[in-house]
T-cell receptor, first 112, second 115 residues
Framework: DQQVKQNSPSLSVQEGRISILNCDYT??????FLWYKKYPAEGPTFLIS?????DKNEDGRFTVFLNKSAKHLSLHIVPSQPGDSAVYFC???????????FGQGTELSVKP | NAGVMQNPRHLVRRRGQEARLRCSPM?????VYWYRQLPEEGLKFMVY????????ESGMPKERFSAEFPKEGPSILRIQQVVRGDSAAYFC?????????????FGQGTRLTVV
């Protein structure tokens, strides 16, 4: 039972353009959503998060949008840079905190 | 302030041996989480521990796997009688509080290879 889904295994974007990574979830009890960036042979690094009571959170080049009615969130990276090339994981935290439920990841490749 | 430290980084075990993975949380963090990443998959939650307590082990396989977080020392994930299917990257994360999961930091992982 995959409660958090990232349906695009990979995404290729030109440097300077916008990258949009998508994530869908099924459990309405999630109250916090997070995006992590992961390089090979390293642990995930926290990127940005959003509470379920908000619909947008922005941090520099990174913006996360949450559509609760559609149970969908997206990460926008503008402008994309080659150093952004990595695997991006969407994760959700159930009410009360504790564990994270991860999506399968999307590998972003930003080409110069 | 050192981050989450995991060791060893790489571990090779023969089928039937035991694997012990260690995790030292960040200073001031008393909540530890273990995750497993199988090849081509996302991270799967295994267990959540506080000092001397297992809070949530809903993701732990029923047999051969155990975890502890003693009063002193690192958290240990123990896999007995390893099989090839246990080959994966095992990540530990720590946070100051469970409701501040956005402050959780991950270690670099232990890559277990069973031969």
């Amino acid at each position: 039972d995959q409660q958090v889904k990232q349906n695009s295994p990979s995404l290729s974007v030109q440097e300077g353009r916008i990258s949009i990574l998508n994530c869908d979830y099924t459990n309405s009890m999630f109250d916090y959503f997070l995006w992590y960036k992961k390089y090979p042979a390293e642990g995930p690094t926290f990127l940005i998060s959003i509470s379920s009571i908000k619909d947008k959170n922005e941090d520099g080049r990174f913006t996360v949008f949450l559509n609760k009615s559609a149970k969908h969130l997206s990460l926008h990276i503008v402008p994309s840079q080659p150093g952004d090339s990595a695997v991006y994981f969407c994760a959700a935290s159930p009410t009360g905190g504790g564990k994270l439920i991860f999506g399968q990841g999307t590998e972003l490749s930003v080409k110069p | 302030n050192a981050g989450v430290m995991q060791n060893p980084r790489h571990l090779v075990r023969r089928r039937g041996q035991e694997a012990r993975l260690r995790c030292s949380p960040m200073k001031g963090h008393s909540h530890v989480y273990w995750y497993r990443q199988l090849p081509e998959e996302g991270l799967k939650f295994m267990v959540y521990l506080q000092k001397e307590n297992i809070i949530d082990e809903s993701g732990m396989p029923k047999e051969r796997f155990s975890a502890e977080f003693p009063k002193e020392g690192p958290s240990i994930l123990r896999i007995q009688q390893v099989v090839r299917g246990d080959s994966a990257a095992y990540f530990c994360a720590s946070s100051p509080r469970p409701d501040r999961i956005y402050e959780a930091f991950f270690g670099q992982g232990t890559r277990l290879t069973v031969v």
